[in-house]
């Protein structure tokens, strides 16, 4: 399980990536319900919804310990 960066919130990494298209360059899209995900420093950050994700984003050095 992955862990939610900004709520803590336990997400299924299985499930996000079922709700999760990706284009035919690789990017990840996302699902504004269901969890999701987006690619930093490296590495995938899963997301309750589209709300945590738009603040990681955001700033994403504020809630990577
Ligand atoms: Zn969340």
Do not use: L
């Not at 960066?5 to 079922?18: K, Q, T, W, Y």
């Not at 504004?32 to 997301?47: N, V």
């Amino acid at each position: 399980m992955a862990k939610d960066p900004v709520c803590g919130m336990e997400i299924d990494e299985a499930s996000a990536r079922a709700e999760t298209g990706q284009t035919r360059h690789g990017a990840a899209e996302v699902d504004p319900t269901k969890g999701t995900r987006t690619f930093h420093a490296g590495k995938w950050y899963y997301f309750c919804g589209i709300d945590c994700r738009n603040k990681f984003v955001a700033s994403p050095d504020s809630y990577i310990e």
